[in-house]
């Protein structure tokens, strides 16, 4: 036992976090069920994160964060027993007499807006408490994008506001503006298509009570990203706008541009179009949690296997549906047709470039020649090509 408590283990970060997590989260319980004493609760604490000792490591900041807990618990224990004692008969008295004194009690930003209000008790939020913790372990970039979204929250119509007044704001989206703010992924549909309207993108909301509202004039995308020079354009329109909101998460957005452009050209071009949907999915599962940047690149490895490979999940997944008429008699020359989605006669650009995935069923275009429209790709065709006149 001697050798093991003498043993110099001081790693990088916090070692065996959910363990760590989950070890922190029931001392504090204990404390507050009167298990042991506090300076007992912050002994263990200290024992039970690895690096807790290490001075300015995450252990140190973690082990800070559960202290502080610790105290929030001990105040509204003392408050509960005040309470107990007669301090809640004063309290419901009316202002004229003792309750002045009791209105200064509490300074948690949580009353600031509403004295009144009955004061959540964090402490039994259980994800509350593991966030002050795993917090520690988060980037300083990721920790000040935390900060900014909570502050946001509060009233997210004011901070559009600003930033629509600001002179230094870029032309953008309001709704995706507004993304931004709230934390959402942005709509590269919609940030393309604001590139080349012309239209002014005016909308109001009407209430029809209930809680019922309309919005009228809501934009829909005339212009969709399919291609990676369209990616490109909507993309350094986001990246200009997000780094606008979160000037710290520049890097973040350049590292996560390279990563999509190296994907891009060192794929066919047949791939380009799951590269687009794999961009979307990552986006949308960075904004869907708090400890995930865009730049954590080798974190994406098995969403690129599921949109990229052939027989990738998500792949196979977005390819369109058809309808098996085998079994109903007639094959597919009997009525009544056999694709579950309307096909385009336009040509497959991809069959025309003899890198289609898909065959002649299951492709939404039809696989044809884009020169003379019969059964063959475009390099097979004995056509000659027209001269422009």
């Given at each position: 036992e001697d050798d093991q408590s003498n043993r110099p283990t001081v790693p990088a970060g916090i070692a065996g976090q959910a363990e760590v997590i989950k070890k922190c989260t029931d001392l504090v319980q204990d404390f507050r069920d009167k298990k042991f004493s506090k300076a007992v609760a912050c002994t263990k604490i200290m024992q039970a994160i690895p690096t807790a000792f290490v001075e300015g490591g995450a252990g140190e900041r973690a082990a800070h964060s559960?202290?502080?807990i610790l105290d929030q618990i001990e105040k509204e224990l003392a408050e509960a027993a005040a309470r107990g004692s007669?301090?809640?008969?004063?309290s419901e008295s009316p202002q004229g007499g003792n309750g002045g004194r009791r209105h200064s009690r509490s300074t948690s930003p949580h009353d600031e807006s509403n004295p009144k209000r009955r004061r959540i008790n964090d402490a039994l939020l259980h994800w509350v408490v593991e966030d002050i913790i795993v917090e520690a372990t988060l980037s300083p970039e990721l920790v000040q994008t935390r900060k900014q979204l909570i502050e946001y929250s509060r009233d997210p119509k004011y901070v559009l506001g600003t930033i629509l007044n600001s002179t230094r704001h870029m032309s953008f989206p309001k709704s995706e503006w507004l993304a931004i703010i709230k934390g959402q992924a942005i709509d590269l549909n919609k940030v393309i298509t604001g590139q080349f309207s012309i239209a002014h993108e005016?909308?109001?909301?009407?209430?029809?009570?209930?809680?019922?509202q309309l919005l009228f004039g809501s934009s829909t995308p005339?212009?969709?990203?399919?291609?990676q020079s369209e990616w490109i354009t909507a993309w350094t329109k986001v990246a200009e706008a997000t780094a606008f909101v979160f000037p710290h998460r520049r890097r973040e957005l350049e590292v996560y541009r390279q990563y999509v452009m190296d994907l891009f050209t060192s794929s066919a071009n047949f791939v380009h179009e799951r590269i687009i949907l794999l961009d979307r999915k990552l986006r949308n599962e960075a904004v869907g949690r708090r400890d995930l940047e865009l730049s954590d690149c080798t974190r994406f490895g098995h969403w690129e296997r599921s949109f990229l490979n052939d027989n990738g999940a998500a792949y196979l997944e977005s390819k369109p549906k058809v309808k098996d008429t085998s079994k109903r008699g007639g094959g597919s020359n009997s009525g009544g047709g056999g694709d579950s989605q309307k096909k385009s006669a336009e040509p497959c650009r991809r069959f025309n470039d003899e890198h289609c995935p898909s065959n002649k069923a299951t492709c939404c275009y039809?696989?044809?020649c884009s020169r003379c429209k019969r059964n063959h790709p475009l390099p097979k065709c004995d056509r000659p090509a027209a001269v422009p006149e």
């Open positions: 559960c202290f502080e007669g301090g809640a008969r004063r005016r909308q109001h909301v009407e209430s029809i009570g209930d809680g019922i005339t212009k969709t990203v399919s291609m039809a696989h044809v």
